[in-house]
């Protein structure tokens, strides 16, 4: 038995209990009149979420890595070359409940974002300075969840019933109040967490 345990987990690639699925997106780098911006995609009506600001992205496929998923996606979604992506690294990643998502931070080798066409996916474009990114983060605002009871829960296995004191999740959501189209949720999360490292890099640089 213990043959059977040590070779089971030999391979074994620890992940998320319960996770579905594993995401990638690029956070697209662009230059602007000599300035760097953040290019971001306004969902269409043709996909989930739609209206909600976002990077391009999707779930990595079989004997895909992360990295290729992110430039995959953003190949399609953007109509770009690979070669029009430049990977410059990847940042920190968001772990929920059903799903992980990675984030990689690439600059776009175009000239003039607003010549892209964008597949069916993706509804606009615009971008948003690195510089204000920066100097005005986003607000952070909580949302708390509750745990509701129902018939079905065998509450009488455990000890105190439907009394016991179960964990209820609550959540911090970044908005930025910069744009007409509000950037906020993951994608609010993985900029400012973008705009953190530079900025950290940067003061410890001068210090």
């Not at 992506?85 to 992980?100: H, K, M, P, W």
């Not at 906020?184 to 490292?197: D, E, K, P, S």
């Amino acid at each position: 038995m213990l043959n059977n345990i040590e070779q089971a987990l030999m391979s074994y690639q620890a992940k998320p209990i319960s996770q579905k699925r594993t995401y990638a997106v690029l956070l697209p780098l662009i230059e602007v009149n000599h300035e760097w911006h953040v290019l971001y995609e306004v969902r269409s009506e043709h996909v989930p979420q739609p209206g909600d600001v976002s990077f391009p992205g999707g779930a990595v496929e079989a004997n895909e890595s992360l990295e290729q998923a992110a430039i995959r996606e953003t190949t399609e979604e953007l109509n770009l070359s690979e070669n029009q992506i430049q990977i410059l690294g990847e940042i920190d990643y968001i772990v929920n409940a059903q799903s992980t998502i990675h984030c990689f931070i690439g600059r776009l080798l175009i000239d003039d974002y607003q010549q892209i066409t964008p597949n069916e996916e993706v509804a606009k474009l615009f971008s948003v300075s690195l510089k204000d990114l920066i100097n005005h983060p986003p607000r952070y605002y909580k949302l708390a969840t509750e745990i509701v009871p129902n018939e079905e829960f065998p509450f009488n296995k455990i000890r105190n019933g439907k009394q016991y004191r179960f964990s209820s999740r609550g959540s911090s959501i970044p908005f930025y109040d910069l744009t007409e189209d509000t950037i906020w949720g993951m994608t609010a999360q993985l900029t400012h967490r973008f705009t953190q490292i530079i900025t950290e890099t940067q003061n410890n640089n001068v210090e």
